[in-house]
């Protein structure tokens, strides 16, 4: 773990500020104290996993891991500036301090499906908890089988990684497709929301599909795999609740018998339904 000491942040630096978007950012952060003991466990994470992250005079909020556990020495937090500890952090630049509780949750069972063939389906901001596990896989692709990224965002301006769903594309065995909402000037490629992509691709046994985005995002997207005929079990999701304090305590994220912070908050979709959520 980053911290042991549940509740009280570790300090760490902002080593680089990528503009994905007009306004979503990418964080490249590494620990400001840095002991033998802590060296060797910084980068001790699993994809899906999240952070809270704390600007001092702002609060705290939780964010995804969007950086492979396979980069050392740093990892990265992709955010969009949509409130106050969001638009605090959209304020900061290389070389200012905020701080790091975490990593917190359960994980994508990604290790657990070498030899298997799989399907990523993410909208918008989505695709960042899921480029975690995606270029995992790229660092270990002679452990998979073939992979499928599904990608919608609202316009063009809205997607997020472009160049990398371009180098994702790239790779052997990858077959990426992205789309926007509605037709815009400059747009060439799919159109329509992201579920419209669904039917390129089977339904096999075998393959896992990992959905992430939007709460509507993710409804009708396990809809449209039901429908296609995928089972429960073969379809992995997030939900998205307040997570207030990570570690099970504060019970805001309580639902369904579990706490989204420690259980979660990756589920399967047969997961869901036995704690009767809708997602």
């Given amino acids: 773990m980053f911290n042991s000491k549940l509740f009280i942040p570790r300090p760490a630096i902002i080593k680089n500020v990528k503009n994905l978007t007009y306004d979503t950012r990418l964080y490249r952060l590494a620990f400001k104290n840095k002991s033998k003991a802590s060296s060797s466990t910084e980068n001790d994470y699993r994809t899906g996993q999240f952070v809270q992250v704390s600007v001092l005079g702002a609060g705290e909020a939780p964010i995804s891991i969007c950086s492979s556990p396979s980069q050392k ?18 304020g900061l630049k290389k070389g200012d301090e905020l701080g790091i509780r975490g990593p917190y949750g359960n994980s994508f069972p990604i290790d657990e499906l070498r030899g298997q063939d799989l399907i990523f389906i993410a909208g918008g901001i989505g695709l960042a908890p899921l ?18 990224i599904l990608y919608g965002a609202r316009t063009k301006e809205d997607i997020v990684f472009a160049s990398e769903l371009d180098e994702w594309s790239r790779q052997k065995a990858f077959d990426v497709f992205t789309t926007i ?51 429960e079990q073969d379809i992995i999701t997030t939900l998205e609740r307040h997570m207030k304090c990570g570690v099970g305590k504060c019970g805001h994220c309580y639902i369904g018998g579990k706490y989204v912070c420690t259980d979660g908050p990756v589920f399967t979709y047969a997961q869901i339904n036995e704690m009767a959520v809708e997602v």
């Fill in 131 to 148: 480029r975690s596990a995606i270029n995992y896989v790229v660092d270990n692709k002679d452990d998979y089988g073939r992979v499928t």
């Fill in 73 to 90: 020495g740093s990892f990265e937090l992709c955010v969009r500036d949509v409130g106050l500890v969001t638009g605090a952090l959209a």
């Fill in 181 to 231: 909402d509605k037709p815009q000037d400059g747009w060439s490629g799919n159109v329509g929301v992201v579920t419209t992509l669904i039917d390129k691709v089977k339904n096999q046994s075998n393959v896992k599909a990992f959905v992430c985005g939007p709460p509507i995002m993710i409804h009708f997207t396990i809809k449209e795999l039901l429908d296609a005929g995928w089972a």
